[in-house]
């Protein structure tokens, strides 16, 4: 689930959800990410669609202001990374 390309995303800006790194591994991100049961999902619609069966609400509801969320880590291939810490 966790591919090199996803964990990747998560190591470069990883700062911007959290004060100090979590992860300086690929390995470790895994573990961490594991840990805490990060989702994968293959579009900016999935990422709307996740945060909505989780009850979370956003002032406005545009994928584009979502997909901006510091819990949400842009994968650079279509797929975004959400991890709430």
């Known amino acids: 689930m966790y591919d090199e390309k ?5 190591l470069k800006d ?8 979590v992860a300086s591994t ?3 991100a895994r573990e961490f990410l594991e ?9 900016a619609d999935e990422v709307r669609e996740y945060f909505e069966e ?3 609400d956003f002032e406005q509801p545009d994928a584009g ?7 949400v880590f842009a994968v ?6 959400i991890v709430e810490g």
């Open 26 to 28: 690929r390995e470790e």
């Open 6 to 10: 996803v964990l990747d995303a998560f």
């Open 65 to 71: 202001d979502i997909i901006n969320a510091d819990e």
């Open 54 to 56: 989780e009850g979370i």
């Open 35 to 43: 840990e805490l049961m990060a989702v994968v999902v293959d579009s």
């Open 76 to 81: 650079g291939d279509g797929r975004y990374l």
């Open 14 to 21: 990883q700062s911007k959800l959290f004060d100090r790194p």
